[in-house]
T-cell receptor
Framework: GENVEQHPSTLSVQEGDSAVIKCTYSDSASNYFPWYKQELGKRPQLIIDIRSNVGEKKDQRIAVTLNKTAKHFSLHITETQPEDSAVYFCAAGGNKLVFGAGTILRVKS | NAGVTQTPKFQVLKTGQSMTLQCAQD?????MYWYRQDPGMGLRLIYY???????DKGEVPNGYNVSRLNKREFSLRLESAAPSQTSVYFC????????????FGSGTRLTVV
């Protein structure tokens, strides 16, 4: 089955800096790669996703890149703000998703 | 439009007790999922239902059963709760898995003592 690894487990950045979170997956049949943001005590919320026929997608300050050959995908957040502080999860799959273990992002002001 | 609704929000069980976690969605989604979330381990799939009338095991199905009661409702049952099942449980649904992401419920925090 699918296995998703996520790095780093924690990330601290200064407000205004960029943050990058990386994930690798094992199953070449996976064709959908979403990213979720979860604030403390809240439900995960979809922030951006990418499908296997696309290499990059951007939405304002966030972007996701996918390298199918290497089986890895990354989340990029530019001009970080304190409200970006949360746990971020990557996931991979198709009709069902396997999630990474999460990255705690702290944005220091 | 409530999205995905889970009940209860909190529950404390004694070892060996049983209970059912309820989940309902009002978005006419075909696919529904149950995940558990433990510190440092992300979200792990327990069971899922690709459509009404079908259910399949996920990564960690042992100790759980599910029922897809109709298109709206997908329940998770613990027949004999164990301390290892202490976790936060999330229900989710999707209009078209692999095309659209999941919408999650607000979660059930379960403690087994």
């Amino acid at each position: 089955g699918e296995n998703v690894e996520q790095h780093p487990s924690t990330l601290s950045v200064q407000e205004g800096d960029s943050a990058v979170i990386k994930c690798t997956y094992s199953d070449s049949a996976s064709n959908y790669f979403p990213w979720y943001k979860q604030e403390l005590g809240k439900r995960p919320q979809l922030i951006i996703d990418i499908r296997s026929n696309v290499g990059e997608k951007k939405d304002q300050r966030i972007a996701v890149t996918l390298n199918k050959t290497a089986k890895h995908f990354s989340l990029h957040i530019t001009e970080t703000q304190p409200e970006d502080s949360a746990v971020y999860f990557c996931a991979a799959g198709g009709n069902k998703l396997v999630f990474g273990a999460g990255t705690i992002l702290r944005v220091k002001s | 439009n409530a999205g995905v609704t889970q009940t209860p929000k909190f529950q404390v069980l004694k070892t060996g007790q049983s209970m059912t976690l309820q989940c309902a969605q009002d978005m006419n989604h075909n696919s529904m999922y149950w995940y558990r979330q433990d510190p440092g381990m992300g979200l792990r799939l327990i069971y899922y239902s690709a459509s009404e009338g079908t259910t399949d095991k996920g990564e960690v199905p042992n100790g759980y059963n599910v029922s897809r009661l109709n298109k709206r409702e997908f329940s998770l049952r613990l027949e004999s709760a164990a301390p290892s099942q202490t976790s936060v449980y999330f229900c989710a649904s999707s209009e078209a898995p692999g095309i659209y992401g999941y919408t999650f419920g607000s979660g059930t925090r379960l403690t087994v003592v």
